[in-house]
């Protein structure tokens, strides 16, 4: 279940004003009169509530159509902090009021974890489609009408999610979307049909142009004003009013007597007004209209167009406003651009949302050609050639059918198309299909002009990249970098081709020139001239000469390697450097990275040939791409689950190797997660024996961490301990190769957490605690976001078992603050019940128990359960706290349920103890004196004085307690020698004193 964090901002009321047009449609035997909020079944009126109502009418409005989770979430509760069960629930009082099953629906189909859609068939005397109100304005402004505009191959999903995000934004929820894509991809053409669709009075455009030097403030911004002041005259006094420090940069909107005492009004006025007059001018203009900004190319944009759209994006308040940039993506990350950083804050904040646009498959490249020549049969070998030879670049593919026009396609009765395919289908070659003379027109008259040496260097950039270096280039050609240098900056001078993209810095000290092309289409058209036996040596030379300058100290990524290698037809190479470009995105805890790049890996093993050698990469690929899907999903997660099963497997097929155990060691953590003790167990050992076979004391750290856990998992909590403890030996003697080991949880931190737990049942309260404090600690030093929900884990579970709130609320504070600034899904829940807790603790257990069981719920939808049982405890305190006894015995049932399902007995004897209060609550003196003694059963049967003593103390609580009872809670208090300031112990004392009229 994925809980909607807050972003720290008021909720987002929606704004009624120009509201999508009101349903008012017929499916089955019920009509529906979304004006007059009326359901009617056979002309009688069905009984909903308004959040029941508003999901199906969203529903409605895109009968037959996916309607993601999402999208339902945010129309119907906007901003809020709702969870998915939630929406869950809602859905079934749809499906009762309509009286549809779930397993057989006749009317809302379930598509699993993804959302839901309608199916019922839809007859209107009103019918809406999903966008209408989109359509009605584009017949009151003029605008282009939906069914005038050509077809747009490729893109429905992000149109789709556009009219998603401006109906949400006419709504009244701000929205920021980021469109991404290498140039020529579409986005300008995705852009174009949107703002077509929703009426040009609802758009203002403006576009960043690349700059030398400093670039102008906010130029994309004034464009978009004085474009939209020009279409709406009303524009012009708002900004007068509200924005007058935006209309002073267009002067020519000033009537010229009004200039000067405009100029005198703004003396001083400084960027932080701007800020807000702008934000200002917004909220007024969109009153009216809802409002489409379009800012293109934010590749180049200045720092100024970048803090102001942070600054929208973080305010809080209803605004109409749909803010749409685009950018190259692979540029804003290759010059480390300001936009990357804020991308990703807005991202983690869920201010923003994304799309990237990919290149056209085949069947994309088959509708354009179908659009261009309609009727006529082209094979799917010119198509195949086609794809080739464009790489699906949309630009491309367009201008080289545009550029065949009038040669073999031209007429249904021309051969020539049928030659084109037969020729891609007899070779794997490059198909010579032409350059377009619309792009290349005047490039192919320059190309002839130019001396052989220039052509070839031209030709052997281009396969280095959009980028490059001289130095890189030189050795593709086997030629010498300072003559390879000398062509370049000929080139760069006479303004052809090249542009000069300043120095990089080698190891050595000395520098090496870069270069660029002056735009993607040179780089294209020169690539393509090459032959293909050529280009693909260039790339293997390209792959090697970085690898060996990466030895060297010079800067290259493995992706960047494995993209050469793979072009070069180098597939072992190519799925090697991928993996290991997989695992440096983990190591910045970038999952999704993470999953892209083992993507690209795994369309290439299938090209490496059968055998160790292939066997051998997938368990490195799929080792990473699990431990990616566990950090992004959940290790728990059906993904992450499979990939470690299939690791497995992997394993067995090879022979024992220390490098494999460590993989293992991950798969064993799964198993853990799921409560699958006996097969962590299995692994542990595994890996440990593995490290005995080889003398590698870092998997004995491995194995015995995740042994020692499950132990004090499954309540044999001195083993825990004593295998914890020779683990954290060898972690000292291993200390060096642990800090140069690829790990995302520190092994000491994780250690000294994972000990704390049986330490702290065993009643060693002191040495508990200073292991949560050595965690915590050094999880605050290593960069590693992992390692810090550890550390704030066990602080927040000695804070429950000590009844230290402040520490439980500290713990709270700590996974709350992880879950605003990373993206790791496993903190959300912990941070839900330490607070859920806390506010029990605080005198408000209705709050934390519904707290408590979201962050449960969490857990239990991924099939997470190690340690629910404890989680589901903190739920029946809050229960007991308001004397709601059956509904507490309930929840112990269920945690039973896991108890006897999963033999974890780390929480069995509270468990027990909680069992005794309900039946004390219900006046059963018997039931609680046979639970207590159930619970001091269990302590001693764990051989954990901890546990016992909180038994004994209920024991000697009782009303009928004897002096048996008071010597049972002597003598456990005498095994407790540690933490005798804790409450259950100042209790304990208490106790005796009144026995015995004697101080304890």
Partial sequence: MRARASTGQAPREPVPVDAPVPLRLRFGQFELDEANMRLLDAGLPVPMQPKVFAVLCALLRQPGQLVRKDTLLDAVWGHRHVSESVLKTTVSFVRTALGDDAAQPRYVETVHRHGYRFIGDVAADRAVPPFAAAGARQAATGGVAQAALPALVGRAEPLARLHAAWQRASAGQRQLVWIEGDPGIGKSTLIDRFAAEIGEANCARGQCVEQFGIGEPYLPLLEALESLARRRPEVVPLMRQAAPTWLVQMPWLVAEADRGALQGELAGAGAERMLREFAELLERVTRALPLLLVTED?????????????????????LRLLWLGSFRLAQVIAEEHPLQ??????????????????AFAESDVAKVVDSRWPGQTVPEGFVRALHRHTDGLPLFVVNVLDGLRGGPLASPGDDGAVALADAALASD????????????????????????????????????????????????????????????????????????????????????????????????VFRQRLATAERIQWHRRAARALEAGRARGLPATSAEIASHHALGREYPEAVRHYTAAAEAALRRYAPPEALQLTDQALTLLHQVAEGPERLELELALTATRGTAFGVQEGVAAPPTIAAFQRVTELCDLLPPAPQRALLLNSVGWGRFTTCDYDGALALAERVRAVGEQFGDGVLSVFGCNLAGVTLANMGRFIEGRDVIRRGLEACEREAARLAEAPLYVDAQASMWANIAVPLAQLG??????????????????VPQPMARLVGHWIVGMLGVRFDDVEAADAAARGLEDLVATTTIQQAQGPALWFRGWVEVQRGRPAEGHALVRRGYALYEEVKTYAGCTEVLSYATEALLMQSLWDEAEAT????????????????????????????????????????VLEALAEARRAAAPGAGLKAAVALASLGDASAADRETLREAYAQVTEGLDIPVCARARALLDKGTGEQV
């Fill in 341 to 358: 950083r804020l991308r990703q804050e807005l991202r983690l904040h869920r201010l923003s949302d994304e799309m990237m646009l990919e």
């Fill in 764 to 781: 060693l309260v002191d040495q508990a605690r200073d292991m949560a404090r050595r965690a915590a600690e050094r999880a605050a030093r």
């Fill in 429 to 524: 070659a490059d198909l010579p299909l032409p350059v377009p003379d619309s792009l290349a027109g005047a490039i192919e008259g320059q190309l002839t002009k130019l001396p052989g040496a220039a052509r070839e260097v031209l030709q052997a950039a281009s396969v280095c990249g959009m980028e490059f270096r001289a130095g890189l280039v030189a050795a593709v050609l086997q030629r010498d970098a300072g003559e390879v240098g000398d062509v370049c900056n000929t080139l760069v001078h006479r303004q052809l081709w090249l542009r000069d993209a300043g120095v990089a810095t080698l190891a050595d000290g000395t520098l090496d020139a870069k270069y660029s092309f002056r735009h993607a289409v040179y780089k294209h």
């Fill in 298 to 318: 934010l590749h180049w944009s200045d720092r100024g167009t970048l803090r102001l759209m942070d600054y929208l994006a973080r305010r809080r308040g209803p």
């Fill in 892 to 931: 112990l049932d269920e945690a039973q349920v896991l108890v006897d399902r999963f033999e974890e007995r780390l929480w069995v004897t509270e468990l027990l103890l909680q069992r005794a209060r309900v039946a004390a609550g219900r006046g059963d003196a018997a039931g609680e004196r046979r639970h």
